[in-house]
């Protein structure tokens, strides 16, 4: 059964750092997301992104946040100058087209700022 | 605006207990709902669905039938097991130019043996 990956699975950094989180998607899927979920509280949608623009994006994703597709299979989330408050477990998703609509999530990256 | 509304936990249970998560909607239109579980340590796994109105979802157990009289989507399941221990995540989707998804708090089941 396809699969959503992500990796790292788990990145320590340090403040003011820039990281990059990649995810491969589902190969047939056109729409991508990013959620992130700190610890102990609820999963918060921060962007989503279809024909290689963001489609939507949260109050979260500021201007440290980017996002990008930079071939035909992986879709990044970079943080450029991270935050202690960055630290959580960051969700990648994928969905296809159709009526009804249904999002296939990653393993999530845990992503530690110091 | 949107939003979902779950029970809080922790809910903790002996094995073999009857189950029920509540969770209910505030959306305009007709949302795609579904509940996703969180096991210790994993990421987010699509638990059920249901997309329209009386629509029951069904997965390993358990059910959770789309109400649309009383917005709601209560999780079941009849007999729990150990190895349901998990948070469970009640969302919803409302289709449109907007395709997040719309999230619950969680709540988090514990299942003693």
């Known amino acids: 059964e396809p699969e959503v990956t992500q990796t790292p699975s788990h990145q320590v950094t340090q403040m003011g750092q820039e990281v990059i989180l990649r995810c491969v998607p589902i190969?047939?899927?056109?729409?991508f997301y990013w959620y992130r979920q700190i610890l102990g509280q609820k999963v918060e949608f921060l962007v989503s992104?279809?024909?290689?623009?963001?489609?939507?994006k949260s109050e979260i994703f500021d201007d440290q946040f980017s996002v990008e597709r930079p071939d035909g299979s992986n879709f990044t989330l970079k943080i450029r100058s991270t935050k202690l408050e960055d630290s959580a477990m960051y969700f990648c998703?994928?969905?296809?087209?159709?009526?009804?609509?249904?999002?296939?999530f990653g393993p999530g990256t845990r992503l530690t700022v110091t | 605006g949107n939003s979902v509304t779950q029970m809080e936990g922790p809910v903790t249970l002996s094995e073999e207990a009857f189950l029920t998560i509540n969770c209910t909607y505030t959306?305009?239109?007709?949302?795609?709902l579904f509940w996703y579980v969180q096991y210790p340590g994993e990421g987010l796994q699509l638990l059920l669905k249901?997309?329209?109105a009386d629509d029951k979802g069904s997965n390993k157990g358990f059910e959770a039938t789309y109400r649309k009289e009383t917005t709601s989507f209560h999780l079941e399941k009849g007999s729990v097991q150990v190895s349901d221990s998990a948070v469970y995540f009640c969302?919803?989707?409302?289709?449109?130019?907007?395709?997040?998804?719309?999230w619950g708090l969680g709540t988090s089941l514990a299942v003693n043996p």
């Open positions: 998703a994928s969905s296809g087209q159709g009526a009804f609509y249904e999002q296939y």
């Open positions: 190969s047939n899927h056109l729409y």
């Open positions: 992104f279809y024909n290689n623009e963001i489609s939507e």
């Open positions: 959306a305009t239109g007709y949302p795609s």
């Open positions: 249901a997309t329209k």
């Open positions: 969302a919803c989707y409302v289709a449109g130019n907007n395709r997040k998804l719309i």
